[in-house]
């Protein structure tokens, strides 16, 4: 089975899907599949080159130049994903076929808005009341309260989330809350027993 978890920075996906690792499942980051690919992929890199080139050094990707543009301006955030989602499909499917006898679980920031979930059998999207979120994304990646207020409202909102995952899961509380949620919703699904 292919699981999908995404939601908004800040929600708790990452602490989700390490502890779901923990149960023995194959984790697919897609950022870090994302990360290699402006690294590694030549025709990935050409392709952004072409759109934005100004963010191209040494023949790779200059990450933090790109996120300055696209988190600044949502229509280059479009571009960029229109440019790159099919890139990223074409990989995660390929990652998903080497390991398809395995629980899976697909860790995907833009789950929803990449087409990623069409890959999945099931979804579940990770939500935090915006506070909480703020305060781990400064303490996490160590930005700026403006900077982490942008990344905030350059995501979808709740309601997004609810609307397109199998299961939501609220995470403003404790981990072992979040644990015990997650473990009710794999069960459903899988007999991890």
């Not at 280059?76 to 229109?82: I, R, S, Y």
């Not at 990623?116 to 909480?132: Q, R």
Request: charged fraction near 25%; glycine fraction near 6%; proline fraction near 3%.
């Amino acid at each position: 089975m292919v699981i999908g978890l995404t939601g908004p920075t800040g929600a708790g996906k990452s602490e989700a899907s390490n502890y779901l690792k923990s149960k023995g499942f194959v984790i697919i980051d897609a950022d870090r599949l994302v990360h290699d690919m402006y690294i590694n992929c030549d025709i990935c890199i050409k392709a952004i080159g072409l759109n934005f080139p100004s963010v191209i050094k040494d023949g790779i990707v200059d990450r933090k130049k790109l996120a300055g543009i696209v988190f600044s301006d949502k229509k280059q955030l479009q571009k960029l994903n229109k440019v790159v989602n099919p890139y990223i499909i074409d990989q995660l499917r390929q990652k998903i076929k080497k390991f398809k006898f395995e629980n899976i679980i697909l860790d995907a920031p833009t789950l929803f808005e990449s087409g990623a979930d069409s890959l999945c059998d099931k979804t579940i999207a990770f939500i935090c009341n915006e506070k909480i979120r703020l305060n781990r994304i400064i303490s996490r990646d160590g930005l700026s309260k403006a900077d982490s207020i942008f990344r905030i409202s350059s995501q979808p909102k709740d309601d997004f989330y609810i609307k397109h995952a199998s299961i939501t899961i609220r995470n403003d509380s404790s981990i072992d809350k979040l644990k015990s949620e997650l473990d009710s919703a794999i069960n459903a699904w899988i007999n991890l027993n």
